[in-house]
């Protein structure tokens, strides 16, 4: 799929046939597989993230993790194409394991564009596996300040608290992030271990 630049005069209220994203949303929940497809692209091309964030309550699966898709995609390319393709080649350098080139990558987008929520939820992640908890939470925290309804970002929070033993905050940023994604398993793994761990703590 290719997407357009946050400055294109496209307009992104409807497309070519006079659709609108409350009439891609119904076929992205109602329609087969072929209309979800193509429901999901203009839902996306409109960065229609409320509709998206509704279809994450959907029943069905494949409707969730399409939801759940496109609302990364909506985040990755919020600051255009080229920034996009910056950020592609950070998450690409980090999951290969060359974590000094995804570190300028990340700080280098943070600094040009410092209302981006996705390059701190990156770095965060980034310090996560570096072992380094309390600075991945700042930039959990930063991330979720600037896109409320980040799931990536709560879990992320989550994780970390639970790298710190703070069950507290593992147990709230865990429901948090399922309130966002129901279906989201390793939040549900976090909650279930904080509860426990936070009955065996009582007196």
């Known amino acids: 799929m290719g997407y357009y630049d946050k400055t294109s005069d496209r307009p992104v209220v409807s497309d070519e046939r006079g659709k609108t994203p409350d009439d891609w949303f119904n076929e992205l929940i109602f329609g087969n597989e072929e209309n979800g497809v193509d429901a999901l692209f203009h839902l996306i091309e409109s960065k229609a993230e409320t509709h998206l964030l509704a279809a994450l309550h959907s029943p069905r699966d494949p409707v969730m993790e399409s939801a759940a898709y496109g609302l990364m995609e909506c985040w990755i390319s ?21 974590i000094d080139i995804a570190e300028r990558v990340f700080v280098s987008l943070i600094h040009a564009h410092p209302d981006w929520a996705e390059p701190m939820h990156q770095l965060g992640t980034l310090r996560y596996m570096q072992g380094l908890s309390l600075e991945s939470m700042r930039l959990h925290r930063s991330a979720i300040r600037l896109k409320p309804h980040h799931f990536g970002a709560w879990h992320g929070l989550a994780l970390n608290a639970v790298e710190l033993q703070d069950w507290n905050i593992a147990r709230d940023a865990a429901q948090r992030a399922l309130a966002i994604r129901p279906n989201c398993t ?7 271990r904080s509860i426990t761990e936070l009955v065996q703590i009582e007196p």
């Open 78 to 98: 919020e600051c255009g194409y080229i920034a996009r393709k910056d950020l592609q080649r950070g998450l690409l350098a980090l999951d290969e394991g060359d």
């Open 186 to 192: 390793a939040a549900t793994t976090i909650l279930e």
